[in-house]
């Protein structure tokens, strides 16, 4: 289990480490388990650090904190320690920093990244509707939260596949994150200011912010309809990283043609 750490943050000359050097995702091999694991992708080289700095990761969610140890600049690996959170978390953020060797003041930091998606509540309502031979539609075209219709007539059961079934999800969620990003980009950004608070589009947008910063923080500048698909692209991507959802597929087929 990762230790609780008290956070030290040096307001002179640290570096802030960039988006696109370091990242990580969190998963779990059980959805109904409040257990963790992470991994980290780190690329420092272009960062004056010394090769002995010492790097921990600083892990939040709620009220709880952790740090574990991930090494040194020159010899960096995964946390060894699981996560264990009191609850099932809506979201999971870190923090990379990075120490001299033997010392307590930061002289290297990223700010706090997303690295699990967490609760779908904020962005999408689960709801029943009559749809014949259909299971499921996405409806965003709402003044509220975007819906996931399910077929009423086993609505509890696939309410159930929704929320627990990472196979069952994989097929389902990654077009929903796509279409609904589509929708807001192809919409001049519509809600998506701090002005807008309590819109659904803000609450995406908030996602977005956390799930992919840097492309996100430059999507509103002049772009074209492809490069709206490649941002909705990577934001499905990157959300379905943690659940691993292609991968589970892939073992869920294996294990039903072994029956």
């Known amino acids: 289990m990762a230790i609780r750490k008290t956070a030290q943050y040096s307001p002179f000359n640290a ?18 388990e409040l257990e963790y694991k992470i991994e980290v992708a780190l690329d ?12 921990d990761l600083e892990v939040l969610s709620g009220e709880n904190l952790f740090t574990a140890d991930i090494g040194t600049v020159s010899f960096s690996h995964n946390p060894i320690e699981t996560f264990t959170f009191d609850a099932k ?11 001299p060797k033997d010392a307590t003041h930061l002289i290297g930091y990223s700010k706090l990244r997303a690295c699990y998606e967490g609760d779908l509540s904020s962005l999408i309502l689960v709801r029943s509707k009559p749809l014949g031979q259909v299971t499921w ?6 003044a ?10 086993r609505f509890k059961e ?3 596949y929704v929320y627990n079934d990472l196979s069952w999800q994989g097929q389902i969620l990654p077009q929903c994150i ?13 809600g998506t200011t701090p002005d807008d608070q309590g819109c659904w589009q803000f609450s995406w ?55």
């Open 158 to 160: 696939l309410q159930n």
């Open 15 to 32: 570096q802030v480490i960039e988006v696109d050097h370091f990242s990580a995702i969190a998963a779990t091999d059980d959805p109904n």
């Open 137 to 142: 539609i996405f409806e965003y075209e709402t």
């Open 89 to 99: 978390p809506n979201s999971i953020r870190m923090r990379l920093r990075v120490t």
């Open 205 to 259: 947008w908030t996602k977005a912010e956390e799930l992919c910063p840097g492309s996100t923080s430059s999507i509103k500048e002049n772009k074209t309809l492809e490069d709206y698909k490649n941002w909705a692209e990577e934001l499905a991507k990157k959300f379905s990283l943690s659940a691993k959802y292609f991968n589970k597929f892939l073992a869920e087929k294996d294990r039903v043609q072994q029956i």
């Open 178 to 190: 796509y279409s609904g990003y589509m929708h807001i980009a192809t919409n001049n950004f519509e």
């Open 44 to 55: 420092l080289d272009s960062y004056s650090f010394p090769d002995d700095a010492e790097l």
């Open 144 to 153: 509220d939260t975007p819906i996931l219709y399910l077929n009423e007539e």
